[in-house]
């Protein structure tokens, strides 16, 4: 199992090197710690939810199985992140650059991002939750029940650990700390879901933001 995190941590810390390039080498240099830490604390704090959510819809599994899948499903999400990082790389360095008009391709490279996060992670766990419910012999909708669980757990946890642990990404080019954990952004989003819902209904930026920022 140790080699399992490590693994993990070192795909992880490829992808995050990648989509830091967007904004600069200090921000990829960040993000080589930073997504191992979101990934590895995510996995911490998930899986005694995954069990306790296991039990509850009627699984039998021991608490050894399941920390066995929670950190090969962690593995897995992160080796599929590590194969889309060329991808992000490419686009990082080649997208249209926010200008004093408008914010260019960011908006178009977070949204894909965030979507290459989340499809890495439903098919890990769907790979890994599989074979443990066909053990169980829960039945197809119980089954469903207790992966659907899971990936709330972990949309609720990870979504907002990543947000507590930003900027991986940046949009403005003035200095920001390692992590900014509850503070407002650009746009005034206070936690994950509510910057989700902006990237889908963008209010209008502050006054003057893309001038100062973008200069």
Excluded at 96 to 116: E, S, T
Excluded at 173 to 190: E, H, I
Aim: glycine fraction near 10%; proline fraction near 6%.
């Amino acid at each position: 199992m140790p080699r399992l995190a490590v693994t993990a941590a070192i795909c992880a810390a490829l992808y995050g090197l990648a989509i830091g390039m967007v904004h600069s080498p200090l921000f990829a240099a960040r993000n080589m710690v930073k997504l191992p830490l979101l990934l590895l604390a995510t996995a911490a704090i998930c899986g005694p939810a995954y069990y306790l959510l296991a039990r509850l819809l009627g699984a039998r599994a021991g608490a050894g199985a399941l920390l066995r899948l929670v950190l090969r499903m962690f593995h897995d999400t992160a080796l599929l992140l590590a194969a889309l990082a060329p991808a992000s790389l490419f686009l990082a360095l080649t997208l249209r650059r926010p200008d004093g008009i408008g914010l260019g391709d960011y908006p178009l490279f977070l949204g894909l991002n965030v979507a290459f996060v989340a499809a890495a992670g439903t098919l890990a766990l769907a790979r890994q939750a599989r074979g443990l419910l066909r053990e169980q012999r829960l039945g197809l909708r119980r089954g469903l029940l207790v992966v659907a669980s899971w990936l709330a757990v972990t949309l609720l946890v990870g979504g907002q650990w990543a947000w507590y642990l930003r900027p991986f990404f940046g949009v403005s080019r003035q200095d920001t700390p390692f992590c900014l954990g509850s503070a407002a952004d650009y746009r005034g989003a206070t936690n994950f879901y509510e910057a989700v819902y902006h990237l889908l209904r963008p209010p209008p930026l502050p006054a003057g933001f893309l001038r100062r920022g973008w200069r």
